[in-house]
C-alpha cells in the first residue's frame, strides 16, 4: 500500500488549501485513515481521521474549519481545511489503517503566512 498525498503550499492567514491522499489501492478495506501533523521538536498529532463507516473525528483545535472526506471511488481521502491560521502551519501526513497494521505517507508541508 502506498499512499501519495498532495496539496500542501502557501497561504496567508485565513486562507484554504485542500490536500489529497490517493492510495494504490481500494481504501474501502481501509478501517480508517486519516491525516496526522507534525511540527518541529513536537509529537505527531491527529488532525481529522474518517472509519469505513464515513464516521469523523477532528482535534479540537481544528473543529468547524477543517473538514474530513473519503471518495471510495478514487481511492482518496481530502482534508478541506478553511480558515488556516498561523499555528496550522506544519508537515501534514496521511495515515491508513488496515486489519492492525498502519500505513503513512509523505509529508506535504503547509504553510501559513501572517
Known amino acids: 500500500v502506498q499512499l501519495q498525498a498532495s496539496g500542501g503550499g502557501t497561504v496567508p492567514a485565513g486562507g484554504s488549501l485542500r490536500l489529497s491522499c490517493a492510495a494504490s489501492?481500494?481504501?474501502?478495506?481501509?478501517?480508517?485513515m486519516g491525516w496526522y501533523r507534525q511540527a518541529p521538536e513536537k509529537q505527531r498529532e491527529m488532525v481529522a481521521t474518517?472509519?469505513?463507516?464515513?464516521?469523523?473525528n477532528y482535534a479540537d483545535s481544528v473543529k468547524g474549519r477543517f473538514t474530513i472526506s473519503r471518495d471510495n471511488a478514487k481511492n482518496t481521502v481530502y482534508l478541506q481545511m478553511n480558515s488556516l491560521k498561523p499555528e496550522d502551519a506544519t508537515v501534514y501526513y496521511c495515515?491508513?489503517?488496515?486489519?492492525?497494521?498502519?500505513?503513512w505517507g509523505k509529508g506535504t508541508q503547509v504553510t501559513v503566512s501572517s
Open positions: 495515515k491508513a489503517a488496515r486489519l492492525g497494521v498502519d500505513y
Open positions: 474518517v472509519t469505513s463507516y464515513d464516521t469523523a
Open positions: 489501492g481500494n481504501i474501502a478495506g481501509f478501517h480508517y
